[in-house]
């Protein structure tokens, strides 16, 4: 097979994930658990409290999840953490307090209550100074992967390409305006799931509150059994296939990334840019041939064209909503949930990041990022009907402050 395919990392609501009974079989072990794990990390937010009827069914529904993965894999230190803070947020002083002893036990550390507002998250009163503030410095990590150590993952024919074309506009001193010592890029072997998170590690303690991020991910998407159109996991270079739980530990979780940029990412405006592969059906690929076009679907279900204004609500997970809560955030992926994300030979590029880079270079890096944005949506969704006959839809969202962004301007320092 001399190429894959890719979809964007998005998917629909998950309105019936946890309001559903869980299905895993007592044999599955960990498989279920953690994948519960990681539908309760998504659908938890500081808006979601026991005050109303509405959030204490939702919180119910939550601990009766988590008490359930608990008992299928009681080693796993994070369902307990959860357990803890879902506990604490019902008032559940026993199960609180059992939690909390089990994770002594285990020797491990709650790193966050996440019920509690993220330091992204601005008082009013600072809402306004931010948005008239100048950015000191920028900061970048880019990450391309299309070779992996599992060769159970196909093969990718443009992801290092496409990230290598991005980190070269963002050192651009007529682009991105990019510092070139602060574009840190990784790629296949480079890129583990410990080299993207010490790269993101290095941007949580170099980055400060006056500066700009740019995360940049190209490589496969894993979809949830339970979810055919959501993606909870990044592909990394070391990604192992063998099982639920190997998948957990060794790739990146959309959620926790999402968390991170929220939490831990003291720069007051961070854009995340994703054109990942939607693996699909098992992780079997769609082999296109030797054309000179192709998609990068893997059994991505097609559906009808959303609106041309449409924002990505809808087709985002709520780990991507929970960047709403915090300023200055922005989320970009190259298609929406449903739909397949096209590559072409003869561009050398996904559509989607050639037309991107080409809408940035054309404007010297100085548009706004909703200008941006709009242009990139036409041009992908133009082009990608007229070469394939398919429907492809770039998506965003933008928490407060993300829409005047501009990835090009020049630092102040």
């Given at each position: 097979m001399s190429w894959a395919s890719r979809s964007a990392v998005?998917?629909?609501?998950?309105?019936?994930?946890?309001?559903?009974?869980?299905?895993?079989?007592?044999?599955?072990?960990?498989?279920?658990?953690?994948?519960?794990?990681?539908?309760?990390?998504?659908?938890?937010?500081?808006?979601l409290t026991a005050t109303t009827e509405a959030g204490k069914q939702r919180l119910t529904v939550m601990q009766s999840t988590l008490e359930r993965a608990t008992h299928a894999c009681p080693d796993f230190a994070e369902?307990?953490?959860?357990?803890?803070?879902?506990?604490?947020?019902?008032?559940?002083?026993?199960?609180?307090?059992?939690?909390?002893?089990?994770?002594?036990?285990?020797?491990?550390?709650?790193?966050?209550?996440p019920f509690k507002l993220p330091p992204a998250a601005l008082p009013p009163e600072q809402v306004a100074q931010a948005h008239n503030a100048k950015i000191k410095q920028k900061w970048a990590l880019v990450v391309g992967i299309d070779k992996f150590q599992d060769?159970?993952?196909?093969?990718?024919?443009?992801?290092?390409?496409?990230?290598t074309d991005f980190a070269n506009f963002l050192k651009d001193p007529n682009g991105g305006r990019?510092?070139?010592?602060?574009?840190?890029?990784?790629?296949?072997?480079?890129?583990?799931?410990?080299?993207?998170?010490?790269?993101?590690?290095?941007?949580?303690?170099?980055?400060?509150?006056?500066?700009?991020?740019?995360?940049?991910?190209?490589?496969?998407?894993?979809?949830?059994?339970?979810?055919?159109?959501?993606?909870?996991?990044?592909?990394?270079?070391?990604?192992?296939?063998?099982?639920?739980?190997?998948?957990?530990a060794t790739s990146l979780q959309m959620i926790d990334l999402v968390q991170q940029i929220n939490r831990e990412m003291r720069a007051q405006h961070v854009v995340l840019i994703l054109d990942t592969c939607f693996s699909g059906d098992a992780l079997t690929s769609l082999d296109a041939g030797a054309g000179s076009t192709g998609?990068?679907?893997?059994?991505?279900?097609?559906?009808?064209?959303?609106?041309?204004?449409?924002?990505?609500?809808?087709?985002?997970?709520?780990?991507?909503?929970?960047?709403?809560?915090?300023?200055?955030?922005?989320v970009i992926t190259a298609s929406r949930a449903n739909q397949v994300s096209w590559e072409s030979a003869k561009l050398e590029?996904?559509?989607?990041?050639?037309?991107?880079?080409?809408?940035?270079?054309?404007?010297?890096?100085?548009?706004?990022?909703?200008?941006?944005?709009?242009?990139?949506?036409?041009s992908v969704a133009a082009h990608v009907k007229q070469d394939n006959g398919a429907d492809q839809n770039p998506s965003y969202e933008l928490s407060e402050g993300a829409d005047s962004i501009v990835i090009g301007a020049p630092a102040a320092m």
């Open positions: 998005a998917s629909l609501l998950l309105a019936a994930a946890l309001g559903a009974p869980l299905a895993w079989a007592q044999g599955d072990g960990c498989r279920g658990a953690l994948d519960a794990l990681n539908r309760v990390k998504e659908e938890i937010t500081p808006r369902l307990w953490s959860y357990r803890l803070s879902v506990a604490q947020q019902l008032g559940l002083q026993a199960d609180a307090g059992y939690a909390k002893r089990k994770l002594d036990e285990l020797q491990y550390q709650v790193p966050f209550d060769k159970r993952l196909p093969g990718l024919r443009f992801a290092v390409k496409d990230s990019f510092d070139p010592t602060h574009v840190i890029h990784l790629a296949n072997d480079g890129a583990t799931l410990e080299g993207i998170r010490r790269g993101l590690g290095e941007l949580r303690v170099k980055a400060q509150a006056e500066d700009l991020v740019v995360v940049y991910l190209a490589s496969h998407g894993s979809p949830r059994d339970r979810d055919p159109n959501g993606v909870s996991y990044i592909a990394t270079n070391d990604t192992n296939l063998d099982d639920a739980a190997s998948l957990y998609s990068r679907g893997f059994g991505a279900v097609a559906s009808s064209a959303p609106a041309p204004d449409a924002q990505a609500s809808a087709a985002f997970s709520e780990a991507f909503q929970n960047l709403k809560i915090g300023y200055g955030r922005a590029n996904g559509y989607f990041t050639h037309y991107l880079l080409e809408t940035l270079r054309a404007g010297h890096g100085n548009e706004s990022l909703d200008r941006v944005f709009t242009e990139v949506r036409t």
